[in-house]
């Protein structure tokens, strides 16, 4: 007998261009996504697709989940956002961010996802208080570990000793495969060397990624850094984007270093940047993190989330998802018999 | 930001419709910056009301509007109450937005994301 494996999906994040551009409504994407079989598995952000999130009309909701029902998708995520910082006075003290997340927590129970991602500004003592609610509508916290954090970083210790201790099946991690890159995407150079960045930035910004990999530092200080040397070098108004691309999108972490959490590990975001005519992601070592995650026992989804599309304005983020889930199965098919479509 | 039709002339004056510079809605008090520029002339940010979910805001009110949400997908019309715009006329429009990100905080304050886009658009 051979152990479950993991289950493919997408993040509707992937569509963002298309959605913006209405060239798709949000249930239109649901549907394009089913019909181009890009599923089981299915991700939503609430405060991008849904009106009124997290208070939707009784009619948003019904419409989704009838959706949802005849295209056969699974809910598998439904992203929340951890807004301390939504009045412009002050941050919210740890009741209002309490009372803010329950009500996403308690949108997703309604709509039936598993899983809330929630993001690191929700503190362990937030996470806490919110476990209450969480186990009583059943919706797992899910908290995202990111590019450029990693299992090692500071506050994630403190929540993996909180989990050690509070021990519920409702607390767990979401990795990004952004977070454990071999390097910045070929397409973010291609991109920026077209807009007419030079060859020597490009390379400066390169080997700078390459110097982070061997050491611990604080992301908004690093992009920090980057965007002096990007504006040192002559990248005008392309500096803060090539920072935040290189530093906040890219992580160095080992792909094995994600064995450390697994049994912890509620949803998985696969993220990749470009998936070239050959078949291959040429920095996100896709093979290697479903090797980790099948090693470990995790049969949760892989939501693939194309993220390309913050540079790349060309290409067919549809067709980008179709290449990485092939690739996927191509990964998952070596563990065991044919995965599931 | 600026779609192509997004300029209007006004009996009075003229009206702007702006999208959100981010990929999710986001809480009016996100607006933290938003400086316009027509034909070279800024426009005093007093002078410009902020229209939305049916509602009219001056600039400096939306701070206080934590609770009521921009959505990703809706224009919100910025008017102005000078007669700087003619209807068919050419005209140079420099915006900036910057919108507080109100769950990526950079030490102790969010990240304000700022976009400027410069457009020659045709007034409606």
Known sequence: ?341 | MLADDALRATADGFELDVRLNWYRSLPLSSVKTLELTVDGEAIPGDEITFAVNGHVYSLGSLAERWDETWFVLDTATLRVRRPLVRAGARVAVHLKLGTRIPYILLGPEPLEYVSERGRELTAC
Not at chain 1, 254 to 268: G, K, N, S, T, Y
């Open chain 1, 1 to 341: 007998m051979t152990a479950a494996l993991p289950k493919l999906g997408v993040t509707l994040y992937s569509f963002t261009p298309d959605f913006h551009a209405g060239r798709y409504t949000f249930e239109d994407l649901v549907v394009e996504a089913a019909q181009r079989g890009l599923g089981p598995g299915l991700e939503v952000i609430g405060f991008q697709s849904f009106r009124g999130f997290p208070h939707m009309s009784r009619e948003i909701e019904t419409r989704f989940l009838r959706l949802v029902d005849e295209h056969g998708w699974e809910l598998a995520c439904l992203d929340g956002n951890v807004d301390v910082a939504v009045r412009a006075d002050r941050l919210l003290d740890e009741d209002e961010l309490v009372e803010y997340m329950e009500a996403q927590l308690a949108a997703a129970a309604r709509l039936g996802f598993p899983v809330l991602r929630v993001q690191n500004q929700a503190t362990p003592a937030v996470i806490e208080r919110l476990l209450p609610a969480a186990e009583r509508l059943r919706v797992k916290l899910g908290m995202e570990i990111h590019a450029p954090e990693t299992v090692r970083s500071p506050w994630v210790l403190a929540l993996r000793e909180l989990y050690a201790q509070l021990d519920s099946p409702y607390l767990g991690f979401i990795p990004d495969f952004g977070a454990s890159t071999r390097g910045i995407s070929p397409s973010v150079f291609d991109t920026f060397r077209a807009k007419g960045v030079s060859e020597e930035l490009l390379q400066a910004i390169a080997q700078r990624w390459d110097e982070l990999g061997g050491r611990h530092f604080e992301a908004h200080e690093e992009i920090g850094n980057f965007i002096g040397l990007a504006h040192s070098m002559g990248a005008g108004d392309h500096a803060v984007n090539l920072a935040v691309f290189a530093v906040g999108i890219h992580g160095h972490q080992d792909p094995q270093a994600w064995a450390e959490i697994l049994p912890d590990v509620v949803h998985v975001h696969g993220k990749f940047f470009e998936v070239r005519d050959d078949g291959h992601e040429p920095v996100v070592p896709i093979e290697e993190l479903i090797d980790v995650l099948v090693a470990g026992g995790y049969d949760g989804y892989i939501a693939s989330e194309y993220e390309g599309w913050h540079w790349n304005t060309q290409a067919d983020a549809f067709e980008q998802v179709a290449r990485q889930q092939a690739l996927c199965r191509r990964a998952l098919e070596k563990h065991g018999s044919a995965v599931a479509r």
